[in-house]
C-alpha cells in the first residue's frame, strides 16, 4: 500500500471564543473563528489529505454561547465543518437531554465510546468513526472526563447516566476493528494532560493506539509526549492558537513514519479570515449586544480587560 502523507489539525477547549482581539501596541488581530476558519480553509486548499478534530468543550464560555444555549456555537461550528469532534464536560452544561438536541443539529460526527446509561449499558453517542482519508481507514474514538458527572448531578436524568473507564472503553472498539485494515488509530480525549499520559501507559500496544488528542487541561506543550509509543497532544484553550500534525503513515505497516507538529499561533499574519464566518457570528453578536450592551453605571478609574 506504500505510504502517504496527511495533515491533522485539532482544536480543543474553544469554550465559545468565536470573536479576534486586538494585542500589543500595534493592535494586531489575535484568535477568533474566522481567523482560525481562513487558516483551515488555507490548508484543506494546499494539502491533499486534511482532518480538522476538536476535542471537546465548544461550549460555554462566551455570552453568544450562553444566551442561545449552545445552538449558536452548533450552528457556528457547523460552518467551521470539523471531521470529527468529541464531547468534553461543558457539552453537558445545558444538560443530558438538551446536549441529544444539539448532537441532532451537528453537521459533524460526535463521538464518545465511555458516557452511557447505566441500567442498560448503552452509548449515549456514537462511540467511535472510520474515515477512509484516500485508500487509508482512520478509527477515532472519543472519551470523556468523569468530572462529568459533577455537571450531571443537577439534571433531571444524570442519575441514570455513568462513565465508563477510559482503558476497557478503548479497548472495546479497538477489538471490534481488529479484523479490519485500520491505518491509524486516533483517540479524541477530554480527561487533561496528565491522564492522557496514563491512559497512554496502560493500553495494550496491540490495539494499536497511534496518536491522543486531549483536551480539559488547557494544557500548552513545546512538542507532543510520547507515551507507550503515543503521540499525545493538546492546544491550549481557546483560538488563539491550533495544532498541527503533519504525519507520513506507512499503510503497509499500519504505523506512523514520519511526524512534525506545531502549536501554530493563530493571528492576522496566518490567513485571511473567513468574512461569511465573520458575518454569522456578528448576526448572533448583534442579537446579544441589543439585549446587554448598556450602561448600568460609571467607575471612577479605568479598567482594562
Given amino acids: ?108 460526527p460526535i463521538v464518545n465510546a465511555n458516557l452511557y446509561i447505566k441500567k442498560y449499558h448503552k452509548r449515549l453517542m456514537r462511540p467511535c468513526l472510520t474515515l477512509n482519508v484516500d485508500g487509508f481507514s482512520f478509527l477515532f474514538i472519543g472519551i470523556i472526563t468523569e468530572d462529568t458527572l459533577d455537571t450531571l448531578k443537577s439534571d433531571e436524568i444524570g442519575t441514570f447516566v455513568d462513565v465508563e473507564d477510559a482503558v476497557p472503553a478503548v479497548g472495546r472498539m479497538c477489538n471490534a476493528y481488529r479484523h479490519q485494515d485500520i491505518d491509524l488509530t486516533i483517540l479524541l480525549t477530554h480527561i487533561g494532560f496528565e491522564q492522557d499520559r496514563k491512559l497512554a501507559a496502560m493500553l495494550d500496544p496491540e490495539w494499536g493506539v497511534d496518536i491522543i488528542i486531549g483536551g480539559h487541561s488547557h494544557t500548552i506543550l513545546e512538542q507532543p509526549a510520547e507515551v507507550n509509543g503515543i503521540l499525545i497532544a493538546q492546544a491550549g484553550v481557546g483560538t488563539d492558537q491550533i495544532g498541527r500534525f503533519d504525519i507520513t503513515v506507512d499503510g503497509g505497516a499500519n504505523q506512523i513514519r514520519k511526524w512534525r507538529w506545531q502549536l501554530i499561533p493563530v493571528d492576522e499574519d496566518l490567513a485571511e479570515p473567513d468574512q461569511d464566518l465573520q458575518d454569522f457570528i456578528d448576526s448572533f453578536q448583534q442579537a446579544v449586544d441589543l439585549k446587554y450592551n448598556q450602561i448600568i453605571c460609571r467607575l471612577e478609574e479605568k479598567l482594562t480587560h
Fill in 1 to 108: 500500500m506504500g505510504t502517504k502523507n496527511f495533515v491533522i489539525l485539532h482544536s480543543n477547549d474553544m469554550h465559545g471564543d468565536f470573536l479576534a482581539e486586538m494585542q500589543g501596541a500595534e493592535g494586531k488581530l489575535i484568535g477568533g473563528l474566522a481567523l482560525l476558519s481562513g487558516y483551515v480553509s488555507k490548508v484543506r486548499q494546499e494539502e491533499e489529505n486534511v482532518l480538522y478534530l476538536i476535542a471537546g468543550d465548544m461550549l460555554q464560555g462566551s455570552l453568544i454561547d450562553a444566551e442561545f444555549r449552545g445552538v449558536s456555537t452548533i450552528e457556528i461550528m457547523n460552518c467551521l465543518a470539523p471531521d470529527v469532534v468529541t464531547l468534553g464536560n461543558h457539552e453537558l452544561d445545558y444538560g443530558l437531554s438538551h446536549l441529544l438536541f444539539l448532537e441532532k443539529m451537528a453537521n459533524f
